[in-house]
Nanobody, 124 residues
Framework: QVQLVESGGGLVQAGGSLRLSCAAS????????MGWFRQAPGKEREFVAA????????NYADSVKGRFTISQDNAKNTVSLQMNSLKPEDTAVYYC?????????????????WGQGTQVTVSS
């Protein structure tokens, strides 16, 4: 099992930036990829971004590509999500995710461990 703890959520105006971080602990040797999902009220949890833990290969949802950047710090077992040009549509609870897939957790079914989530609210 892997424990994930997110931080960095908050309230920001449209067009602003926010940086989320996720620290992994526990059996991180079983993790080959990490990423971020988000869930707005009344909607399904959706993929945002993922990164291959060792290779640095990234994957983004079309809705955030060009605005969000995922990065990792292997030495600290952390992954971050830099969010720029935020829109009200980005408002959601953001969840850190980890899984055994070599391509990263790009679908909820590929996630082995979830963080508790951190709220991101973008005002118009």
């Amino acid at each position: 099992q892997v424990q994930l703890v997110e931080s960095g959520g908050g309230l920001v105006q449209a067009g602003g930036s926010l940086r989320l971080s996720c620290a992994a602990s526990g059996r991180t040797f079983s993790v080959y990829g990490m990423g971020w999902f988000r869930q707005a009220p009344g909607k399904e949890r959706e993929f945002v971004a993922a990164i291959n833990w060792s290779g640095g290969i990234t994957n983004y949802a079309d809705s955030v590509k060009g605005r969000f950047t995922i990065s990792q710090d292997n030495a600290k077992n952390t992954v971050s999500l830099q969010m720029n040009s935020l829109k009200p549509e980005d408002t959601a609870v953001y969840y850190c995710a980890a899984g055994p897939s070599k391509i990263g957790p790009i679908m909820p079914t590929m996630v082995a461990s979830w963080g508790q989530g951190t709220q991101v609210t973008v005002s118009s």
